[in-house]
Structures are given as structure tokens and as C-alpha cells.
């Protein structure tokens, strides 16, 4: 079962030490948001604020641009998976004026309920509506013109949630195939010679351009340094799935800015003796599809998880340890 591999199933991520400070490429500055969420996970730009998600209470808040915080629902579930990690609204998406939420699986300690494994929308006057939770465990998800596209941590696999609720899979990702000798800080007996080893996918972030898919292949435990990477396909199918950025070190959100270049989020390395991701290793770059020209913006992030391009070229990151940032450019 492949429970053990996906994002907060495996690393000790709301375990890890204090995390380090965040450090701004020439050119941009960096400064925290003043929201104070326990755990962020998800931000969505509604206007000049934002729109967040918190894994330790299950709350969906409106983010004013003068740090004003409006809550529009307390009650999602949450709670911790048989490894202890948190679980609960992962991810939040704007559309037409609503608000929607992939809801990841339930509390290790409680049966299941029609709102977990799930992609919600929140409706008028506090109530939630259940678009399907036939996920194993859904992370991240876009509209795609025509239906939400989902990256389903659980399955490794893309999937299509058409209007009306008729859910399928788009792509089942192949497992990573690394060689045995990049597992030999584990046990250089066990894992030597040159024999392929595979790892789970483990899709994470995912963005849409035109008529492609754009997902971001976290790697499987345990994590191995520079195994994560982008791939696209066709929003029908993976016959012309392509390699888009590779060398990756566990890439867990990726969106594209407003002049089309793709920003990828890396969580960072993984230190197995803490089983958790070594604070201040995580980055934001920005890569320009077509020149094939990338950029490292922001180093020295702890437990990164989303970001969102917002106005004037500016970008929000957020770690789950708390810490909301705004990069922007230098005047």
C-alpha cells in the first residue's frame, strides 16, 4: 500500500527543528505575512488578499491585504494519519466566486466520512458540498476549462473529475527508477551494484497551460536527493507525456506567473536519522519553458508547500511550520 509514500505520511514535516531564515536572490526581497495560522497549507489569490487553508484547525480564511483574517468555514475535519502527520484541507482553489478544497484522508483513529479523500466546494452560509471523494488521497487539483484535474498522492496517479461528478484517471505515474548505488547511505551491502531501484511517483503540485498538465513528481521515500521531477501531458491522456525539469529535490508545488514562466517549489533534503526534511534546504525557482533558462529566487526555506503568483509580479510562498512569505522584486 503505498500509504508510506506520500507527502505527510512519510516525513516528520510539523516535527522538524526550527526552521532557517529564508534568503532573497539579488534583485528580491523577501518579508513574512502576519497571518499567524497554526499550520498553512493551501493559498489561493482572491483579489488582493488571499485565500488559506489550515491543516491544525480545518479552517478556510480570507487573508485581507492589511492582514485582516475572515474566516469562511471552521469545520473541515482534521487530524493525524496512522503515522502522526497532520491531515485535512490540503489545498484551496477560486472559481467563479467559490471557494474549493481538496480534503486529503481521515484521522487514523475514526471511520470515514463523505468529506475526506475528497475535493469540496464550500457553499453559502457555512455548508460544504462534496464534488466526490472516490480519492485515495487527493493533494493538489486545478480547473482545467472543462473539468478538475487532480493530482491524487495515493493512486500516483492524474485524475479527471468531470461536472456532475464522473471521476476517471487521466495517467497512472510509472515508478522513478534510480540506481541501487543512490541508496547506499542506507546500507552500502544491501544497495550496491548497478541494478535499477524504483520509487513511487508520488504526484504533488499541479499546474495547466493551454491543453497540457503540468505535475510535479515528488520521489518516494526515502527521498532520495535530486530523484523529484516535472513532467507535462495532454490534459486526454500520457501518450506524448514529456521530461520537463529533472534533478529535483522533492518537488511539491509548481504554478505558472502571469508571463507563463513555471515556478517550482522544492520541500528541500530529507535527513533520514530525524525522518524529517532539513530545515533551511527547501527553494523557489523560476524556470522559462521555452528558453530552457532557470533561476533560483529564494533559498533557505523550512517545509515549503505552496506557492502563488499574486500582483505586480509578486510571489507567496508558504511553509507549513507557520511562516507565510512575499517575494517581490526590488524597486
Known sequence: MRLLLTLFAVAALLHAPARAEPRAAPGWRVEPLPYGLDSPSGAARDGSGLVLSDLATGRIVRAGADGGIEILHSGLPVGRDVLGERTGPYKVRLRGGRVFVSQGWQD????????????????????????????????????????????????????????????????????????????????????????????????????????????????????????????????????????????????????FDAKGRLLVLEM?????????????????????????EREVLLEGLSRPVTVVPVADGAYVVVQSGGGILRLEARP
Open 108 to 255: 487514523a483513529g475514526r471511520a470515514e466520512i463523505a468529506t475526506d479523500h475528497a475535493i469540496l466546494e464550500l457553499t453559502p452560509g457555512g455548508g460544504v458540498r462534496t464534488l466526490s471523494n472516490r480519492f485515495w488521497n487527493p493533494y493538489d487539483f486545478e480547473w482545467g476549462g472543462d473539468a478538475w484535474y487532480v493530482a491524487d498522492a495515493g493512486q500516483n496517479a492524474l485524475m479527471r473529475l468531470a461536472p456532475g461528478g464522473a471521476l476517471s484517471m487521466v495517467f497512472a505515474f510509472p515508478d522513478l527508477v534510480r540506481r541501487r548505488t543512490d541508496l547506499s547511505f542506507l546500507s552500502p551491502t544491501e544497495f550496491k551494484g548497478g541494478e535499477p531501484y524504483a520509487l513511487d511517483a508520488v504526484p504533488t503540485g499541479i499546474a495547466l497551460r493551454g491543453e497540457r498538465v503540468f505535475v510535479a513528481l515528488f520521489g518516494g521515500f526515502p527521498f532520495i536527493a535530486g530523484s523529484g521531477r516535472i513532467v507535462s501531458l495532454p490534459k486526454t491522456g500520457g501518450a506524448d507525456a514529456r521530461l520537463e525539469l529533472d534533478g529535483l529535490d522533492a518537488p511539491v508545488d509548481i504554478a
Open 268 to 292: 528541500g533534503r530529507f535527513d533520514l536519522a530525524s525522518a524529517a526534511f532539513r530545515p533551511g534546504t527547501g527553494r523557489l525557482s523560476r524556470l522559462d519553458l521555452v528558453r530552457g
